[in-house]
């Protein structure tokens, strides 16, 4: 049964990169009716936060991610976290060293440091394996100074292969690992040791991680081969790239999942433009549904080369999401932007929900975010904010005129619907020698404040008789 997991660190807000990550374990799974688990690492205490482990799931679980193990709490899952689980690190951690496969040692990086120096090594060659055979006396001489040992794991100098589902067969020649440390002086274990503990522990069959942790396979190989655990398989993600083809981050603009989310995607545009970033079908089809991609998702097909975030692409799709949903979802989704802007207060009424839901409906085609519902439905509610440029252009003292003539026979329409309105105001255009273009333009102006939108008729059907009345005349007054 396949198990995977996603297990980032609470230091800051979800990532796209990371996002993607989690996003192919989720699928990986789901594709193999597996399991998914979520794992906070969050043993680095001072770049962990709180704030930041419960922006996490919020934020996974918007797009559509959701995990199925972990405590109960209240009919959901919390995760599972590291700094629960300092007892089982300090246990096995005990057992490597009774066994032999760690070692107590009391340097001090400036200790190492400064010995790799003398011997004229290079100061990234990191440890000598200096306390590796230290005698009881060294130890207890140590001890006596008041030294606290950090617990070093001795690691087996021979070449490591890793099969690597996405990368094929990657060596590591020996000799290039010194002994590294699981457990630090102050019995906190250190990364690469509680996430083989876990591995292990929570029976991970593949680890799905990004590219930049490669490197770190062979100690984790070798540590799973410590503990007398099956070594799970790897596979490997390229690295996210921005449009530039240079590591994704904030220079490329917005980079967290809530950024994304707080400008107005849907969640189902995001989960369907993060599925292509490093994976794609056989066919170069982009727009698969959740159920879509639980089908066609494989491993096997994750690319090698970098993959690289084109914010346009995402724009577009969730333009192409947008008008496939319905005007209702969309209506709901940016009330917090309509309430944010003004436009509605809490508390709709069901004919004002009605109302909007048409108003919607109208805009659709033409709305990319939910931030822009506000900008496309405002005027429907509350008074248009008037963009000079139409004003200057369309609300002349000839468009006012025609305002002020067209006035009455709009007041006199009967029927105040797409037809009777288009009827009325076309019978007007002919009776008075005017050009429909000369007419459309000041009449949209008054009512909406700008020179795009919707369909003439439909928008002052929708609007109503009222309100535009009351906004046309805001335009004759003094003019002949
Ligand atoms: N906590 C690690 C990270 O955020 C993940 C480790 C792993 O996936 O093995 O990069």
Redesign the pocket.
Known sequence: MVRV?????PTGYLHIG?AR?ALFNYLFARRNNGSFILRI?DTDRERSAKEYETALMEDLKWFGIDWDEGPDVGGDFDPYRQMDRLDIYRELSEKLLKEGKAYKCYCTKEEIDERNRQAGRNESSGYDNHCRDLTAEDAAKFENEGRKPALRFRFPQKTVKVNDLIRGEVTFESGHIPDFVIMKPDGMPV?HFA?VVD?YLMKITH?V??E??LS?TPK?IALFEALGAPVPQFAHMSMTLGPDKTRLSKRHGATSVRAYKDEGYLPEAFFNYISLLGWGAENSQDIFSKEELIQVFSIERCQKASAVFDPDKLLWMNGYYMRKTTPERILELSKPFLEKSGVIKDGLSAEQVEYLEKAVALEQEKIKLLKEVPYHIGFFVKNPDYEEKAVNKYLTEAGKKVLAELLPALEGCKEWTIAGLEGAVRSFCEEKGYKPGDVFHPVRVAVSGKTKGPGLFEMLELLGSEKVTERIKRFTEGAS
Do not use: I, M, Q
């Open positions: 997991r996603f297990a980032p660190s990371n990550t690492e990364f996430v591995d680890v991680r990004g930049d942790h770190n984790h």
